[in-house]
């Protein structure tokens, strides 16, 4: 964590806005654990006592938690972006798939975009490596559904990580929460072939060569592209499962008889 020495001032005043500017920047994320008192204390050049008063004040702004003998948390600041009502209307109603992944083209374009022409080397370190493991877990033997879904949601997320936009950083972790959680789509149905789980690689690709390029247009052009398969590979699963019913109704008719 790039903690560094407070500069003249109150001191836990200064502890506070620099931990509040690590939550802000997306450093520090909910359920991060605090370094140890007397490590933070060192790491940041202040006395215990000035880093007890601070973290009583980041407590009291609901920014960190304490946990019985486990230490300081990062408390769960982001939550959800929707309303519970809103949640159960998305999970059963097709519309809000199709808008959602509509959304994430227009927003994580514009993420690409920015992290092309923004994003430090080591955010686009992160961007590479993420991929590399990508294409690790597609080379096993066994397909791991969960395992390339989980992959897939990190690289996004360190596409609008390298925005360096702090507003978009909180707002698409809080949408990520609810693809994870299936709300919308259950993402790893689309691992579950083989040849969308290579097409789905090859579109990361092509990303990830657009951003290591520090190209912004292709960069945007390239999620673009992918979003438009995933909209489509989604209305197909949609009409297959649409298909499936009618045939096991068919055939429930049929036996019934």
Do not use: C, W
């Amino acid at each position: 964590m790039p903690f560094k020495p407070i500069q003249p001032e109150k001191l836990s005043h200064g502890v506070v806005r620099q931990i509040e500017e690590l939550v802000l920047r997306g450093i520090l994320r909910p359920g991060d654990r605090l370094p140890p008192e007397r490590e933070l204390a060192e790491r940041l050049g202040v006395s215990r006592p000035s880093l007890r008063e601070a973290l009583a004040e980041l407590q009291t702004r609901g920014l960190v938690e304490t946990r019985a003998g486990a230490g300081v948390y990062v408390s769960n600041v982001i939550g959800s972006a929707f309303s519970p009502a809103l949640v159960r209307l998305f999970a059963t109603h097709e519309e809000a798939v199709s808008d959602m992944v509509a959304f994430r083209r227009d927003i994580e374009g514009l993420a690409a975009e920015r992290a092309a022409k923004l994003g430090s080397d080591s955010d686009l370190a992160v961007i590479g490596a993420v991929f590399a493991r990508m294409e690790a877990a597609q080379s096993k033997p066994t397909a791991d559904a969960e395992a390339e879904a989980a992959l897939d949601a990190e690289f996004h997320l360190a596409i609008v990580e390298a925005s360096h936009n702090v507003v978009m950083l909180h707002m698409m972790r809080s949408i990520y929460d609810l693809l994870r959680e299936g709300v919308f789509y259950n993402r790893q149905v689309m691992f579950r072939q083989r040849i969308t789980r290579a097409s789905v690689l090859e579109q990361h690709r092509a990303i990830n060569e657009a951003l290591q390029a520090r190209d912004p247009a292709a960069a945007r052009a390239a999620v673009a592209a992918h979003l438009d398969y995933v909209q489509g590979a989604l209305s197909d699963q949609r009409q297959a499962d649409r298909n499936e019913e009618i045939a096991r109704r068919r055939l429930s008719r049929e036996t019934g008889r």
